[in-house]
């Protein structure tokens, strides 16, 4: 089945910097890649997707790429602020199923 | 106000007792799943179901039943089975439309705890 490794499991950055998390998988046959944001107590979100015949996507202070022939996708966020403080999951999908990767914490400090 | 609803939110039970959790979906999606989320863990699906009368077995599905029998409703029962229960649990939903890239559509979950 579908492996997703992510990285790294905590960030911290000063507001107004730049994050970045990384994801691998391993099902080449996976083509949807989404990322979710769960802040503290709530459900998780989706705040970008992409599909498997673009090469990146951007969405105002988020972005993300993905390499198939590497197998790996990454969430960017610029000019983070406080409210960006979130555990943040990337997954991967096939046929309806998604997997999704452990989750990185990031911490944005004022 | 469409959504997911998940009940209860929280919920107590001693061990070797079965617990059923809820989750009720007035989006009309087709497909249905459940996740259960620990410390430190991501996501892992545990039972997804796409229509009605029909559910497959997730990753972790030991331990665990679920029924499907309203498109709106797919209940969740923990078994005295499942060795270690304490957990949050997540149900979501997706349009079957777009069943093969589409968004998850979370509830707001459960958190059970075995005394």
């Known amino acids: 089945g579908e492996n997703v490794e992510q990285h790294p499991s905590t960030l911290s950055v000063q507001e107004g910097d730049s994050a970045v998390i990384k994801c691998t998988y391993s099902?080449?046959?996976?083509?949807?890649f989404p990322w979710y944001k769960q802040e503290l107590g709530k459900r998780p979100q989706l705040i970008i997707d992409?599909?498997?015949?673009?090469g990146e996507k951007k969405d105002q202070r988020i972005a993300v790429t993905l390499n198939k022939t590497a197998k790996h996708f990454s969430l960017h966020i610029t000019e983070t602020q406080p409210e960006d403080s979130a555990v943040y999951f990337c997954a991967a999908s096939n046929a309806g199923k998604s997997t999704f990767g452990d989750g990185t914490t990031l911490t944005v400090k004022p | 106000d469409g959504g997911i609803t998940q009940s209860p939110k929280y919920l107590f039970r001693k061990e070797g007792q079965n617990v059923t959790l809820s989750c009720e979906q007035n989006?009309?999606?087709?497909?249905m799943y459940w996740y259960r989320q620990d410390p430190g863990q991501g996501l892992r699906l545990i039972y997804y179901s796409q229509i009605v009368n029909d559910f497959q077995k997730g990753d972790i599905a030991e331990g665990y039943s679920v029924s499907r029998e309203k498109k709106e409703s797919f209940p969740l029962t923990v078994t005295s089975a499942q060795k270690n229960p304490t957990a949050f649990y997540l149900c979501?939903?997706?349009?079957?439309?777009?069943?093969?890239?589409?968004?998850?559509?979370f509830g707001e979950g459960s958190r059970l705890t075995v005394l």
């Open positions: 989006l009309n999606h087709d497909a």
């Open positions: 099902d080449s046959a996976s083509n949807y």
């Open positions: 979501a939903s997706r349009l079957t439309s777009t069943f093969n890239t589409g968004e998850l559509f």
């Open positions: 992409i599909r498997s015949n673009v």
